[in-house]
């Protein structure tokens, strides 16, 4: 079993920066390859990045390349998103996931555990 939780989330202007944190509890979290995903109201969740266990690994959607990075402190077991030139676009609740394995998978459907979400919103 893994928890998740999600922080960093909150209210910035178009062009603002945010760092999300996706802290884990309970089984080795450096045996889990993480993504984030995000919810926009009315529309499916979206993968946003991911990292493979190793970090050797990296995957992001097309929208956010160069703007978004996704790093991991296994000694601290957490697994950040830095997101730098934000949109309004970009506003959802964004989820961190955990799929067992040295992979980095870009389907909602890999990840086993989740988290309970974090707010982002950006004003235009």
């Known amino acids: 079993q893994v928890q998740l939780v999600e922080s960093g989330g909150g209210l910035v202007q178009t062009g603002g920066s945010l760092r999300l944190s996706c802290a884990a509890s309970?089984?080795?979290?450096?045996?889990?390859?993480v993504g984030w995903f995000r919810q926009a109201p009315g529309k499916e969740r979206e993968f946003v990045a991911s990292?493979?266990?190793?970090?050797?690994?990296?995957y992001y959607v097309d929208s956010v390349k160069g703007r978004f990075t996704i790093s991991r402190d296994n000694a601290k077991n957490t697994v950040y998103l830095q997101m730098n030139s934000l949109k309004p676009e970009d506003t959802a609740v964004y989820y961190c996931?955990?799929?067992?394995?040295?992979?980095?998978?870009?389907?909602?459907?890999?990840?086993?555990?989740w988290g309970q979400g974090t707010q982002v919103t950006v004003s235009s």
């Open positions: 996931a955990a799929a067992l394995g040295n992979w980095g998978p870009t389907t909602s459907s890999e990840y086993r555990y």
């Open positions: 309970g089984r080795t979290f450096s045996a889990y390859g």
């Open positions: 990292i493979t266990w190793s970090g050797g690994s990296i």
